[in-house]
Nanobody, 115 residues
Framework: QVQLVESGGGLVQPGGSLRLSCVAS????????MAWYRQAPGKARELVAS???????NYADSVKGRFTISRDNGKNTVFLQMNSLKAEDTAVYYC?????????WGQGTQVTVSS
């Protein structure tokens, strides 16, 4: 069982920045693939960015060049740096951990981009 705790969400103006953090429990973080998803009201949950255990990253087209995912294995933490935020980035952001056939989710953190 992996427990994930997200933080860093909030209200930001268009063009602003936020940094999300997700701390994972357990001792196998180094071999766990991590990702950030988001879900806007009335829409399906979508993949925002992922980072596998080896460090390779992948991004949704809508956030390429604006968002950066990274991980600190020593602190069991994955980050999502979000720059140049737009109104359409407004959503609940969820941290996801995948290990073998298992998938774990955090409780989500709200990001609201509005003037």
């Amino acid at each position: 069982q992996v427990q994930l705790v997200e933080s860093g969400g909030g209200l930001v103006q268009p063009g602003g920045s936020l940094r999300l953090s997700c701390v994972a429990s357990g001792s196998r973080f180094r071999v766990v693939d991590m990702a950030w998803y988001r879900q806007a009201p009335g829409k399906a949950r979508e993949l925002v960015a992922s980072i596998i255990s080896g460090g390779n990253t992948n991004y949704a087209d809508s956030v390429k060049g604006r968002f950066t995912i990274s991980r600190d294995n020593g602190k069991n933490t994955v980050f999502l740096q979000m720059n140049s935020l737009k109104a359409e980035d407004t959503a609940v952001y969820y941290c996801n951990a995948r290990y073998l056939s298992f998938s774990f989710w955090g409780q989500g953190t709200q990001v609201t981009v509005s003037s």
